[in-house]
């Protein structure tokens, strides 16, 4: 609706359409004062042209920051902003408006997540701002964010990225970011430890998702689909247990025997020596690492033990990424070719569960 009435030299504009500066509105989601976004958007519009003053340019940003302070208790609950009438808003802007405000720092977030999404972890925002350089009003943005998806969905039956992207309207890729938020916090998973400070979000998060994927409720192997997925399938785990056979010595030198004889001819000599040399101690972390998930301390160390029980001395061995990922891919095909495995069609799942999985985040996590 648009009426215009003349009034002497004065033009009336009245409408019910709300109209969204996106440029402005990322101002705003940055965290800066309206005083702060007069100056930078001063700098990017030649004012004269416009025949307007930094006044003008001032209050049209408290207008705009107006709306946004207006809208922001609908975009904590989106599925709201569909069905209000307060501000008319087409799809396209209530999605971008959504999918912007949901938005964050990966630094920002890689801080987060190793900690407590509580009050207390809050008042850590200010330490986080200045290592990040992101101000402190984003980060709260962020840290309230990551907070109520958290809560709103941990209780959730289900597969948690549809349980995010119904309750927040965002987009998958966004959705799967959050989903390995929550994953990691309801873990408890150690991510804070020096050791891991070359990890980004993105390796945590591929890591994460990988887990959700196979060794969560929602994997194809689960017989309850219907249960949290936030956690890990317990079932799974207590499965976990039998592949400890593998650390049996006739099992181990048998397996070492067929490993050697697949990767002789695509390893070089220097390699293999050092596999040969330090297989049973390599397959008896890969293991443990496997039997302790069904442990949550144990299994809250995940990321910190595949760093320091196999990236780390790979390394020094300079090893590369390609030979990691060949003895990772034998390790795991020629162990189905033990009589333990040929007997056991239910051991040969649960070993393929696991491994799809922890191959993966291995290579994810080795460095550069």
């Known amino acids: 609706m648009q009426i215009y009435q003349t009034m002497n030299d004065v033009e009336v504009f009245v409408g019910n359409y709300c109209a969204i500066n996106f440029d402005i509105y990322d101002l705003w989601l940055k965290g800066h004062s309206a005083s702060d976004a007069t ?17 003008d340019l ?195 030198e048998e397996h070492k025997g067929l490993m050697l004889r697949a990767l002789q001819q695509s390893m070089n000599e220097k390699v293999l020596t050092e596999m040969d040399s330090n297989f049973r101690s390599v397959s008896k972390i890969i293991i443990t690492i496997a039997y302790g998930l069904n442990h949550s301390k144990e299994s809250r160390d995940i990321f910190i033990d595949i760093y320091e029980k196999l990236i780390e001395p790979w390394v020094q061995m300079l090893w590369t990424k390609s030979d990691v990922q060949l003895f990772l891919a034998s390790f795991k095909d020629t162990a189905q070719q033990l009589d333990v495995f040929r007997s056991s069609p239910k051991l040969v799942k649960v070993w393929e569960r696991y491994m799809q999985t922890f191959c993966p985040c291995v290579l994810q996590m080795y460095p550069r």
């Open 39 to 55: 100056m930078l958007e001063q700098k990017k519009i030649n004012l004269k042209m416009f025949g307007i003053t930094v006044e």
């Open 58 to 252: 001032h209050s049209d940003i408290m207008d705009h920051y107006r709306l946004f302070f207006g809208l922001e208790e609908m975009l904590k609950t989106p599925p709201r902003l569909s069905h209000q009438t307060v501000y008319q808003l087409d799809a396209d802007n209530i999605s971008l408006l959504i999918q912007k405000y949901y938005s964050f720092d990966a630094p920002v977030i890689r801080e987060i997540f190793g900690r407590k999404l509580n009050s207390r972890s809050r008042k850590d925002l200010d330490d986080i701002s200045e290592e990040t350089g992101v101000s402190v009003r984003s980060c709260r943005r962020q840290f309230d964010n990551a907070k109520r998806v958290f809560k709103t969905v941990e209780e959730l039956r289900g597969r948690l990225v549809d349980n995010i992207q119904l309750h927040f309207c965002l987009r998958e890729s966004l959705a799967k970011d959050y989903a390995a938020i929550v994953f990691i916090s309801n873990n408890r998973f150690e991510t804070g430890k020096k050791k891991l400070n070359y990890m980004t979000f993105a390796d945590f998060a591929a890591c994460a998702n990988h887990m959700i994927s196979n060794w969560s409720y929602s994997s194809e192997d689960c017989q309850d689909h219907e249960d949290m997925d936030v956690d890990m399938d317990r079932d799974f785990l207590l499965d976990l247990r039998e592949v400890k056979v593998l650390s049996e010595r006739d099992y181990v």
